[in-house]
C-alpha cells in the first residue's frame, strides 16, 4: 500500500499477477483495475459529467494538450478547475500532452529543454517544457498529473529510442520536482517508454522505480503493433513495475487486451475506443461487435445486446438505432456511445470480481470475441 | 366538451378567449395549451422520447413525410409503432406530410387527386394522395393524424389560394372517411388554409368545423410574414374555429408569439424553434436569447438562466457550454437543446398558470422580450 498523502493505492485481492484495490487521491476513489474514459476536450462526447459519473466511472482521463490549447488552462483554473468545469466528481488523470505534441502538433522541434511545436488549431507557435506540461496540469487542476515524455515513432530504430528514454528520464526528475513544488495533495505518475525493447524498458523502470512518483506508467505500447505483440509486451513489461505503487497502461485498449493487461498485472486504463466506436455504429457486445448500420438491422426489435442495463439497451430496438444513424440523427451516436461506456464498465466489473472475488466470473467469452 | 369516444378536451379554466385544459386521446393526456417539440424522423435531436416526457411534455409531433420515406412506415407498424419505436409515452401527432412536400420535395406536380413528387432523399417518384396519407398515419399509429392540405407558396394570389382551399377542403373529407375507415379510437384534425384573406379563412373554417374532426389546426400562418402581422393573423382566425374542439396553431412559434396565440384561444403548438436554436447555440432566457458563442462568455462562471431547473443551468457554466460549442463537441448542442425545450416548457406552465391559475403569473417579460 502505497499511502503518501497524496496516494492511496490498497490491493484487496490478488490472483496470480492480477490485483484488486482501490485508488484514492484527494478523497476521490476507483476500484481498480478501472477503465478510464477519455474527455479529450473537457467532455466526454454527449454524455455530461455527472452522468459519466453515474454509469459507473471513477476516474476518466482528460487531454492537457487540447484543454491547454482550448479553452486554455488559465480558464478553466478561472472557473474553479476540471472537475467543477465539466461537472465530474470522480478522478480526474491528466495526460502531459506530450503524446498529442508527437502525433497531432505542427512543425515539432525537440531539445534537451522541452519542445516547440505549432497549434493543430491556428499554427501558433507553442513551447511546451516539462515544467510548463506540470504547471498546466496544476491549473486544470487535475488529481493524477503525468510527466512529459518523448514519444519516438513506432518505427524508430534502437538509437533514437535509447535517447528519447535518456531525455524522458531527464524530463521525468524535472516533471517530479516541478510537481511536488506545485501541489502537495496531487498525485504524479512516470511513464516507462522504450519501444518494443526489453532492456530499455527495464532500465526506465528501475530508474523511475527508484523516484517518488505516486504511481507508473507504460506509453508506447499499442501504437500500431499486432494484436498478438501488444499482449506479449504487455506481459512482459508491467512486471519491470513497482507492485506496491499503481500502474497504468495508456492508450489501451480492446476488451481483450484489457483483460490480458489486467491478468499481467494492470491497474489503470484509458482508451478513445467506446467512445470513438459507439461514435461510428460500432457497438460493443459479448457476441461480438455489431454494426448497427447494417441493413440486418433495419427491422430487429431486439435489443443491441440482451440484458445489457444501458439506456439504450433497456428502451430501444436496433432497428431504432439503425434509424438513427441512417438519419443522421445525433441520439444514435449518443446512445451507441453510452452503451459501449456501460459494456465497458460491465467488462471491467467483471474482471474485477474474477480476481479473488466471492464468485469468479466467467471471463471465456473475452477470449472468444475480441 | 368534446368526447367522442376519439377525444376527450375538457376547459377548466377561462380568461377572455384564453383556455386552460386537457387533451386526452388513447388515455395519453396532455395539458392545454401545449407545446409539442417537433421529432423530426422520431428523434427529438439528442433527447430520448422517454427524457422527453420527462422534461414535461406530454404530446409531441412527428413528420409523416420524413418517416414515410425513412424507415418507412411499415417498418415502423412492424416495430410496434412510433410510440414504442422512440419510446415516447405521451401524444404523439403526425402531420399529413403536405407541409413537407410543398416546401421540401422536388418536381411536385398537384392534382385533384394528389400530389406526386420525388423524394428529397433520393430522387424516387412518391405519391401522396389523402387516403395515403392517412394510411401512413395509421401505420406509424399517431394518436392525431392532421388532414393532407395544399399549402400554396407564402407569395400566392387569391386565386390561387382560392383554388388551394376548394382542393384542400375535398381532401379533407377524404382524410377523413379514410380515417373513420381505418381507426375508431385514433383522432384526426382538420386544417384551415386561406393564406391572409379572412373571407376564405372563415369560409372554411366553417366548412370544416360543420364536418365530425375532432380538432381544428390553422395552417399557412407564420410562413414569412412579420412577426405583427402573425399575430394580427393569430388574433384574427384562431376565433373561427369552433370553441368546443382543440385549436391547433400549426408550425409557431416564438415565446412572444405563443403567448399571443394563447391569449386568442390556441391550445396546441408545435415549432422546431427551441430545438433548431439549441443546435445552433441561441439559448433562450427571460432576459433575452444568449448566444452561447459570443467571447463575452468565455470566463462566465454563471449558468445561462439562473434558477432554470435544465441540467445545463443546474451544473454547468456559460464559459463551459461556450468551450463545447466552440470545440465542436456534441455535448453543447445538446445541453442547449434541452435547456431550450425546459425554456419553452416553462413558459408554457406559466401561461396556463396565467389563465384563472391560483395565482396568475406575471407574464411582462413575455412582451419585453421576444
Redesign the interface.
Known amino acids: 500500500m502505497v499511502s503518501g498523502g497524496r496516494v492511496e493505492f490498497r490491493v484487496v485481492a490478488r490472483r496470480a499477477a492480477a490485483r484488486r484495490g482501490e485508488l484514492t487521491v484527494r478523497g476521490r476513489t476507483t476500484p481498480t483495475p478501472a477503465f478510464m474514459p477519455v474527455a479529450t476536450?473537457?467532455?466526454?462526447?454527449?454524455?455530461?459529467?455527472?452522468r459519466v459519473a453515474e454509469l459507473g466511472f471513477g476516474a476518466l482521463l482528460a487531454n492537457t494538450y487540447?484543454l491547454g490549447l482550448?479553452?486554455g488552462e488559465e480558464?478553466v483554473r478561472?472557473?474553479?478547475g476540471l472537475h467543477r468545469?465539466?461537472?465530474y466528481p470522480g478522478l480526474i488523470v491528466t495526460d502531459s500532452g506530450g503524446f498529442q505534441v508527437f502525433s497531432l502538433a505542427q512543425r515539432r522541434a525537440v531539445d534537451d529543454g522541452g519542445v516547440t511545436f505549432r497549434s493543430h488549431l491556428d499554427g501558433a507557435a507553442v513551447r511546451l517544457t516539462p515544467e510548463r506540461a506540470m504547471a498546466i496540469q496544476h491549473a486544470l487542476d487535475s488529481d493524477v498529473a503525468m510527466v512529459l515524455d518523448e514519444c519516438p515513432p513506432a518505427g524508430a530504430g534502437r538509437m533514437e529510442v535509447a535517447a528519447a528514454v535518456a531525455r524522458s528520464l531527464d524530463w521525468a526528475s524535472r516533471c517530479l520536482a516541478a510537481h511536488r513544488a506545485l501541489s502537495d495533495d496531487r498525485a504524479v505518475f512516470g511513464i516507462v517508454q522504450g519501444g518494443r525493447d526489453a532492456l530499455l524498458r527495464r532500465e526506465m523502470a528501475d530508474a523511475l522505480a527508484a523516484l517518488d512518483f505516486d504511481g507508473l506508467a507504460l506509453g508506447g505500447v499499442a501504437v500500431g503493433e499486432e494484436a498478438a505483440t501488444i499482449r506479449d509486451e504487455v506481459e512482459s513489461f508491467a512486471g519491470m513495475l513497482p507492485a506496491g505503487r499503481p500502474r497504468y497502461l495508456m492508450g489501451v485498449g480492446s476488451p481483450r487486451e484489457l483483460a490480458a493487461a489486467v491478468r499481467a498485472g494492470i491497474d489503470l486504463f484509458d482508451c478513445v475506443l467506446p467512445t470513438r466506436n459507439g461514435r461510428n455504429g460500432f457497438l460493443f457486445t459479448r457476441d461480438g461487435v455489431v454494426k448497427i448500420r447494417n441493413a440486418a438491422h433495419?427491422?430487429d426489435?431486439a435489443p443491441v445486446e440482451a440484458g445489457c442495463p444501458c439506456?439504450a439497451c433497456t428502451?430501444?430496438?436496433r432497428?431504432?438505432l439503425?434509424?438513427?444513424f441512417?438519419?443522421d440523427?445525433?441520439?444514435?451516436?449518443?446512445?451507441a456511445t453510452e452503451h459501449n461506456l456501460v459494456f465497458f464498465r460491465r467488462l471491467m466489473d467483471d474482471l474485477r470480481l474474477a480476481i479473488g472475488g466471492d464468485a469468479p466470473a466467467d471471463l471465456g467469452w473475452i477470449e472468444q470475441r475480441y
Request: glycine fraction near 12%; avoid cysteine; charged fraction near 15%.
Open positions: 476536450q473537457g467532455a466526454l462526447k454527449g454524455i455530461p459529467g455527472r487540447h482550448r479553452p480558464v478561472s472557473l474553479g468545469f465539466m461537472d433495419a427491422r426489435p439506456a428502451n430501444h430496438s432497428a431504432y439503425r434509424h438513427l441512417v438519419a440523427e445525433m441520439l444514435g451516436p449518443l446512445l
